[in-house]
């Protein structure tokens, strides 16, 4: 099979998206232009409700007949249901550090386990990663969609400093070590799923230099 150009595939999946009061996005090596003729397509649609298990089960089926019908690989390691849609308010609170909340102050643990990966705390971080790294806008609310990219950036920045060992807000390189890799080695998907390092260190320069009143002010719990 002679794969399709990467556009091509994009513009079938933003066709998918279930609700346009949402958006949709495509992220991972189909952001960045670094994906093999079979890499999977990693998404993420919102919508302003839930889906119930019928449409949710039909989007994954959509979804994955994508895949087939280009000859893309599937990566099922995280579950379709827990990856694939989300809400304008999980969307929220994923940008505003509800998934990082359990270990806040600490360098947050990655079991890469399906019994941690079906969890809302990593779904919430998850959606956080996706905002915050190389994606493409495949259509929506792009209002939303500005809205809560912002966010997630000034968040970046909020929770590089909880992560640093001293006081004050940190530096741009100190912000993005602290994201990049874990004091005890972990990077990429061992550790917050950051593999772009020009991004990461633009989305921490906006995020320090933007003090919107709606940051996330959360108390570290060390």
Same mark, same amino acid.
């Given at each position: 099979m002679?794969?399709?150009?990467?556009?091509?595939? +994009?513009l079938e999946a933003a066709d998918l998206l279930p609700d346009t009061g949402g958006y949709a996005l495509a992220y991972g090596s189909h952001a960045t232009d670094t994906h093999q003729p079979t890499s999977d397509l990693d998404l993420l649609y919102t919508g302003r409700y839930p889906l119930d298990d019928a449409d949710l089960?039909?989007?994954?089926?959509?979804?994955?007949?994508?895949?087939?019908?280009?000859?893309?690989?599937?990566?099922?390691?995280?579950?379709?249901?827990?990856?694939l849609y989300a809400t304008g308010d999980q969307i929220d609170q994923a940008a505003a550090l509800t998934g990082f909340q359990p270990s806040w102050g600490t360098p947050p643990p990655t079991v890469?386990?399906?019994?941690? +990966?079906?969890?809302?705390?990593?779904?919430?971080?998850?959606?956080?990663?996706?905002l915050t790294s190389p994606h493409v806008f495949l259509g929506g609310n792009i209002t939303a969609y500005h809205r809560q990219v912002r966010c997630a950036e000034r968040s970046a920045a909020v929770l590089a400093q909880s992560l640093?060992?001293?006081?004050?807000?940190?530096?741009?390189?100190?912000?993005?070590?602290?994201?990049?890799?874990?004091?005890?080695?972990?990077?990429?998907?061992?550790?917050?799923?950051?593999l772009v390092a020009p991004h990461l260190l633009s989305v921490l320069t906006r995020g320090l230099?933007?003090?919107?009143?709606?940051?996330?002010?959360?108390?570290p719990s060390r």
């Open positions: 002679t794969p399709a150009p990467a556009p091509t595939i +994009l089960t039909a989007l994954t089926a959509a979804v994955v007949a994508l895949h087939h019908r280009h000859g893309l690989a599937l990566d099922e390691e995280v579950p379709y249901p827990v990856k890469r386990e399906t019994w941690f +990966l079906s969890t809302e705390t990593f779904r919430l971080r998850l959606i956080f990663n996706v640093t060992t001293h006081d004050g807000p940190p530096t741009l390189q100190e912000a993005w070590a602290a994201l990049w890799q874990a004091p005890d080695g972990r990077t990429g998907k061992d550790y917050l799923g950051y230099t933007d003090h919107h009143p709606t940051t996330p002010r959360l108390q």
